[in-house]
């Protein structure tokens, strides 16, 4: 299976060992920025930056070597969030008025995350003037597409072939309040997007490696999670939010003290995975029936 982009919207990492059903997504730590974007931005490079889930794609390069399929984006979130609908447009954003038949208004949209993103987080916004209407189909059809076309052949034919297919959803997330501090989330839709099995599994393994754990607070699950985990499908997704204290130097933003570390154990968290993937009687074949 060889999958082709004519521009650099993303990059798949191939199985280097016995393919096993797990796929790897990482949808928001892609770093280009096109020219003309950050010509025309309101904000410098450095702050555009601060949104990206930062080296979660090199957190997560070894995880081939175990079997995975990995895949990342290669555009920057803030230009394109393929964690979103593609309709889920914020109209107020263009110069030309969008007919309400051709977007959706979600609290994502009204926060300012749309596909088209209006502001990082804390409320800052990207653009100095308002887009031409252009700019929706252009960056959807340049980025949200091929990397929702690279995700769901690769889901399909995984599952062809094995039965079940399982997708780790890869973000990193700021460090969280004190009455909900954790060091990462594991979102499910609530249960919803895969077997509880797979969930408990994960939680287990990284709790050996002295995580601290929450479910579905405060990030239950985005777009990718919930429109690709179906159960009742066999194709199972869940969403790990690790936070970005554990590996990133905030004030650099280049890898912290902790890289090496949290790179490592992810490398474990694959690996004792797709051994418990790899059994061949008893607990999984429940994933494929």
Not at 45 to 62: G, V
Request: aromatic share 10%; proline share 7%.
């Amino acid at each position: 299976m060889e999958i082709l982009s004519p521009l650099p919207s993303f990059k798949i990492g191939y199985p280097r060992n016995t393919a096993i059903p797990l796929v790897i997504s990482s949808p928001h730590s892609g770093r280009y920025y096109p020219p003309d974007f950050l010509n025309t931005a309101a904000l410098p490079l450095h702050e555009l930056q601060r949104s990206e889930d930062r080296f979660m794609d090199q957190l997560m390069e070894d995880a081939p070597d175990f079997g995975a399929t990995l895949l990342s984006t290669e555009f920057s979130r803030s230009w394109c969030d393929v964690n979103r609908d593609w309709r889920e447009v914020d109209p107020e954003m263009f110069k030309q008025k969008i007919p309400k038949n051709d977007f959706i208004s979600t609290s994502k949209v009204k926060s300012g995350f749309g596909v088209i993103p209006r502001c990082i987080s804390h409320g800052k916004k990207i653009h100095s003037n308002l887009l031409e209407i252009s700019e929706i189909m252009k960056r959807i059809s340049i980025s949200w597409l091929p990397y929702h076309e690279a995700l769901s052949m690769i889901l399909n034919d995984i599952q062809l072939h094995f039965g079940y297919v399982i997708l780790l959803e890869m973000h990193s997330m700021p460090k969280l309040p004190y009455a909900h501090s954790c060091d990462i989330v594991l979102g499910d839709i609530h249960g919803k997007s895969c077997r509880p099995e797979i969930s408990d599994e994960i939680e287990n393994i990284l709790k050996r490696k002295s995580y601290s754990i929450r479910r579905n607070t405060p990030y239950s699950g985005g777009y990718i999670t919930q429109h690709y985990g179906r159960p009742d499908k066999k194709i199972h997704a869940i969403q790990i939010e690790i936070c970005r204290s554990l590996y990133l130097n905030a004030a650099t933003l280049k890898p912290g003290n902790g890289f090496e570390k949290t790179k490592l154990n992810m490398r474990h968290l694959i690996s004792d995975f797709s051994n418990w993937i790899s059994k061949e009687n008893g607990s999984l074949r429940f994933l494929s029936q």
